[in-house]
């Protein structure tokens, strides 16, 4: 398997100066997603803020003077740190929901945003337990969303994980709770044993979610209950993707280690692992996706590297 390292290196300034530099932001920047067809950039942070970017046009000079038009606007409603930013996967005008984006916050909701209104973009807020309905004795401490998931096979359906390690699935346009799956089975009441992560098949009624006690768990949207539970790391499970086949499902964690993992088997076997990055402050691989059309995968990692991979090894 090739990889390539995107990180500092002896050139010219040029090739590695940003070709735009927002500031908006009063602390760190958690989540970022960009809405090609809107032309925007959305981000989100520990202040609890969305800020909306206009994208720069692609004729602009990377030292042109700082353009104030390009800060669109800010989108106000958490009170905590927003953890995930998803954006709604069409959006092309061909369902009501083309221009929703979703947030999952530490202050213990999950937020829906309809990015084309003006004034106030706010269309929907929940908690735990769905819109209007009591968490059942689940303090906001307890249940924190951590991930957040369109489902692909209905996409009038949402899927957050939480900090008591439980996965839920809400109806996008009215809040309501549809089903939670006991996907807590190894839940201490503590952080370290959250879900970190959660990820859709792309074909298949099926949801994948990644714990802080090494975990991942396979979900199955028919059956509303966990199919399948294995150990997936010698640490923390941080960050998963699928391929688009729907063929091989990939994994990072604390333990710097990258996995794919064959779950169109039984058994979901592990065919290949390797260290994707060094470890830092107690943490590994942070972020790993598949490109959706050509055979590349990249991974993050808390050593301030992005590694590029041909995937078509398998």
Same mark, same amino acid.
């Given at each position: 398997m090739e990889s390539q390292e995107l990180g500092w290196k002896k050139t010219s300034p040029q090739d590695i100066e940003p070709s735009i530099t927002y500031r908006g932001h009063s602390n760190t920047v958690t989540s970022v997603v960009i809405a090609s067809e809107q032309g925007r950039i959305y981000s989100a942070g520990l202040d609890s803020m969305i800020r909306v970017w206009k994208m720069p046009a692609e004729t602009r000079e990377t030292y042109a003077p700082v353009d104030p038009s390009l800060n669109l606007s800010s989108f106000i409603g958490h009170t905590d740190t927003i953890w995930d930013l998803k954006l709604f996967p069409l959006s092309d005008g061909s369902t009501p929901h083309s221009n929703i984006l979703v947030s999952? *916050?530490?202050?213990?909701?999950?937020? $829906?945003?309809? !990015?084309? @209104?003006?004034?106030?973009?706010?269309?929907? *807020?929940? *908690? &735990?337990?769905? @819109?209007?309905?009591?968490?059942?004795? =689940?303090? *906001?401490?307890?249940?924190?969303?951590?991930?957040?998931? &369109?489902?692909?096979?209905? @996409?009038?359906?949402?899927?957050?994980? &939480?900090?008591?390690? $439980? !996965?839920? =699935?809400?109806?996008?346009?009215?809040?309501? @709770?549809?089903?939670? &799956?006991?996907?807590?089975? !190894?839940?201490?009441g503590t952080p370290l044993t959250q879900i970190n992560t959660i990820v859709a098949h792309p074909t298949m009624p099926l949801l994948v979610t990644g714990h802080e006690d090494r975990y991942i768990r396979f979900l199955d949207l028919r059956e509303d209950k966990v199919v399948f539970s294995m150990v997936g790391h010698l640490d923390g499970v941080t960050t998963m993707d699928v391929e688009s086949t729907g063929l091989v499902l990939v994994s990072g964690g604390h333990d710097s280690s990258v996995r794919l993992w064959d779950i169109s088997s039984t058994n979901r076997t592990c065919i290949q692992e390797f260290t994707g990055h060094r470890r830092k402050g107690d943490e590994g691989v942070l972020s790993v996706r598949y490109h959706p059309v050509l055979p590349w995968m990249v991974s993050g990692g808390a050593d301030g590297i992005v590694k590029v991979y041909q995937h078509g090894v398998h």
């Open positions: 999952a *916050s530490a202050d213990g909701t999950v937020k $829906v945003w309809d !990015t084309e @209104l003006k004034g106030s973009p706010l269309r929907n *807020s929940w *908690s &735990f337990g769905g @819109l209007g309905v009591a968490s059942n004795g =689940v303090t *906001s401490s307890q249940a924190v969303p951590t991930s957040l998931t &369109f489902l692909p096979t209905d @996409l009038r359906k949402i899927a957050a994980s &939480f900090t008591n390690s $439980v !996965t839920s =699935v809400y109806d996008l346009e009215t809040g309501q @709770l549809i089903t939670s &799956f006991k996907s807590d089975e !190894t839940y201490d």
